[in-house]
């Protein structure tokens, strides 16, 4: 079955960097696009970054254009989501998304706490 689990989330100074990654099973990853999402206390889940599957195509949330960067690996069935920069808003749990045949597929998330 398709699975993401994320990981590499913790406790960051502002202005700090943390790289995310999500490592997916169950699907021929290379085919997919996948996106990473965040959600902080009391808010909606917001998209952060997207990559496409072949061209690897990528778009961002105007908040993180600059200081984040997503990538992936296709030999490794992983997406990364690198950050820098980080500023005290961007603490969230932090959610890899899936997307194969119409259904969306999501990990357990991954805590990212930007203070000082």
């Known amino acids: 079955q398709v699975q993401v689990v994320e990981s590499g989330g913790g406790l960051v100074q502002p202005g700090g960097s943390l790289r995310l990654s999500c490592a997916a099973s169950g699907f021929t990853f290379s085919s997919y696009s996948l996106s990473w999402y965040r959600q902080a206390p009391g808010k909606e889940r917001e998209l952060v970054a997207g990559?496409?599957?072949?061209?690897?195509?990528?778009n961002y949330a105007d908040s993180v254009k600059g200081r984040f960067t997503i990538s992936r690996d296709n030999a490794k069935n992983t997406v990364y989501l690198q950050m820098n920069s980080l500023k005290p808003e961007d603490t969230a749990v932090y959610y890899c998304n899936a997307r194969v045949l119409l259904k969306s597929y999501w990990g357990q998330g991954t805590q990212v706490t930007v203070s000082s």
């Open positions: 990559i496409g599957n072949i061209a690897a195509s990528t």
